[in-house]
């Protein structure tokens, strides 16, 4: 079992930046590659993918959405996932989920078996 924590979520204006951190704990963690993506869902509308990232080899998967605005990384000393938002809008406006699977990422969130909280990211225009 994984257990995941978010944090770094806020109010930030338009064109400015946050950093997402998603703490990862659990037995036999980095034994077995895994998966590690971000999230997202505003009101009223469903739980879309943001990026992902491989644990062992650092692949990365991006939504057309975010591609050259957000960068999603791992750091295995820590056991920590970031996801670093530049030049936010918005409609970036959301909670954001950390998520978890084993093996390849997916793109859909019923792929995942663990869950954060969620943090709030509010952009103002």
């Known amino acids: 079992q994984v257990q995941l924590v978010e944090s770094g979520g806020g109010l930030v204006q338009a064109g400015g930046s946050l950093r997402l951190s998603c703490a990862v704990s659990g037995r036999a963690l980095g034994v077995y590659d895994m998966a590690l993506a971000w999230f997202r869902q505003a009101p009223g509308k469903e739980r879309e993918f943001v990026a992902a990232?491989?644990?062992?080899?650092?692949?990365?998967n991006y939504a057309d959405s975010v591609k050259g605005r957000f960068t999603i990384s791992r750091d295995h000393a820590k056991n920590m996932v970031y996801l670093q938002m530049n030049s936010l809008k918005p409609e970036d406006t959301a909670v954001y989920y950390c998520a978890r699977r084993g093996g390849t990422f997916g793109l859909r969130s019923q792929e995942y078996d663990s869950w954060g909280q969620g943090t709030q990211v509010t952009v103002s225009s």
């Open positions: 990232i491989s644990w062992h080899g650092g692949t990365t």
